[in-house]
């Protein structure tokens, strides 16, 4: 036999650490805003900046579930900066992992915290990542957020397709302006 009769008494210790759980509902853990997420670091729904995207597929060569496809947005073609492709998340496939927000260049492809989404229709868990997400308050999901194919893409996103090209498009003007003025200034 070895040891010592102080060992039993080593547990004594743990009684004045703090424990590594929650006490729910008495701590919450809370983002920088102060919004309650149900755990610290939660990587919830996908959410995308479709202007700073830049369509280059990162996200989905680095999805090790082959979650995420592309759906094409001819209207971006000439306007925003890379292909006017944009990922498409399948969440019967996606693990919430984050690999795709680790390698995207642009930082446009985040998760949200939001999280809480049920359905009887397996094809509404194949979601084009869409500003709106970020926009919503609270946990819930609703359909109204979720963006499912190109033509509900067109539906709900529209203006804002249409503001970021007319912005691109102003944006283009003054920049050919401020050459030709620069040419007159180079002349004289």
Same mark, same amino acid.
């Given at each position: #036999? ?5 060992? !039993?008494?080593?547990?004594?210790? =743990?009684? &004045?650490?703090?424990? =590594? ?6 701590? *919450?853990? +809370?983002? #920088?805003?102060? +919004? ?14 479709? &202007? $700073? ?10 999805? #090790? ?18 292909? !006017? ?15 795709? $927000? ?20 397996? =094809? $509404? ?11 919503? &308050?609270?946990?819930?999901?609703? *359909? ?9 893409? =067109?539906?709900?996103?529209?203006d804002y397709i249409q503001d970021?090209? *007319? ?12 050459? *030709? ?8």
């Amino acid at each position: #036999m070895g040891g010592s009769i102080f060992k !039993p008494f080593h547990a004594l210790v =743990h009684l &004045e650490r703090r424990p =590594h759980t929650v006490r729910l509902p008495y701590e *919450k853990h +809370t983002d #920088m805003l102060g +919004t309650e997420l149900p755990t610290e670091r939660y990587r919830g729904y996908h959410t995308n900046n479709i &202007e $700073t995207c830049i369509g280059c597929g990162f996200c989905g060569r680095i999805c #090790m579930n082959e979650a995420i496809t592309y759906v094409d947005i001819p209207e971006l073609k000439g306007v925003v900066k890379g292909l !006017p492709k944009r990922p498409v998340i399948d969440y019967g496939r996606c693990c919430f992992c984050g690999l795709c $927000t680790d390698v995207c260049p642009t930082k446009s492809l985040k998760l949200v915290e939001k999280y809480d989404y049920v359905d009887e229709d397996k =094809h $509404t868990f194949k979601v084009i990542a869409s500003p709106l997400l970020h926009e919503n &308050e609270g946990f819930k999901i609703k *359909k109204e957020y979720l963006v499912f194919d190109i033509d509900d893409l =067109h539906n709900k996103l529209g203006d804002y397709i249409q503001d970021i090209i *007319k912005r691109k498009e102003e944006e283009k003007k003054k920049k050919a302006e401020a050459k *030709k003025d620069d040419k007159k200034d180079e002349k004289k």
